[in-house]
């Protein structure tokens, strides 16, 4: 079975702190998303990466793309309440086509 | 709002009872997606199909069935529901077929098998 770990499980933080997010797998992936998730409403994708070593940049979000395309990050510079939610990685495993979410990570910042 | 409406919105049926669940993609959007999430099993993808064909199968139990019309919204039939079916099922739609395409995700209808 193919896994997306993601970790941390849980993360609550303070406004204005740095956290680091991970999307780990033994598979390689021909290209990853990241989406948030609010509850009550689907997910929305935030980024996606598509070549290893890829860094991609949105706003105060950084997303890096894993040089053998097993794993990935999100990074979050200066959290702000708004940025509460479920992060999950996704990633489309190639040869077989499936589409595979992660565990997730949520997020809560505190005000 | 991203476009893509799903039916209902809220489900409460018996165990042993059939279902379906509608999704109207975005305008111009030619694939669908459905996925299921629980609490236990996170979000899973179960089929995607592209301009009314299948594309794809993931973890879709043969009891669950899904088709694209032509005028391509999608429904997705469970059937001799299980407690364990219980979940939040989601469509999605992106412009064309590929996991790289972004996928724009309903509302999703909640599910509750009694």
């Known amino acids: 079975t193919q896994l997306l770990e993601q970790s941390p499980q849980f993360l609550s933080i303070q406004e204005g702190e740095n956290l680091t997010v991970y999307c780990n797998s033994s598979?390689?992936?021909?290209?990853l998303q990241w989406y948030r998730q609010e509850p009550g409403e689907g997910p929305v994708l935030l980024v996606t990466?598509?070549?290893?070593?890829e860094v991609k940049k949105l706003k105060r979000l950084t997303f890096q793309f894993g040089d053998a395309r097993k794993d990935s990050s999100l990074h979050i510079t200066a959290a702000q309440p708004g940025d509460t939610g479920l992060y999950l990685c996704?990633?489309?495993?190639?040869?077989?086509?499936?589409?595979?979410f992660g565990t997730g990570t949520r997020l809560k910042v505190l005000a | 709002d991203s476009g893509v409406t799903q039916t209902p919105k809220h489900l409460i049926t018996a165990t042993g009872q059939r279902v379906t669940l509608r999704c109207s993609p975005r305008?111009?959007?030619?694939?669908v997606y459905w996925y299921q999430q629980s609490l236990d099993q996170g979000l899973q993808f179960l089929i995607h199909?592209?301009?009314?064909?299948?594309?794809a199968k993931g973890n879709i139990l043969e009891r669950f069935s899904a088709q694209q019309f032509p005028d391509l919204h999608s429904e997705l039939n469970l059937s001799s529901l299980e407690l364990g079916d219980s979940a939040l099922y989601f469509c999605?739609?992106?412009?064309?077929?590929?996991?790289?395409?972004?996928?724009?995700f309903g509302p999703g209808t909640r599910l509750t098998v009694t």
């Open positions: 999605a739609s992106s412009v064309a077929s590929g996991w790289s395409y972004e996928q724009y």
């Open positions: 598979s390689v992936f021909s290209s």
């Open positions: 990466v598509v070549t290893g070593g």
């Open positions: 996704a990633g489309a495993n190639r040869g077989t086509y499936k589409y595979i």
């Open positions: 305008s111009g959007d030619l694939s």
């Open positions: 199909y592209y301009n009314g064909e299948e594309r």
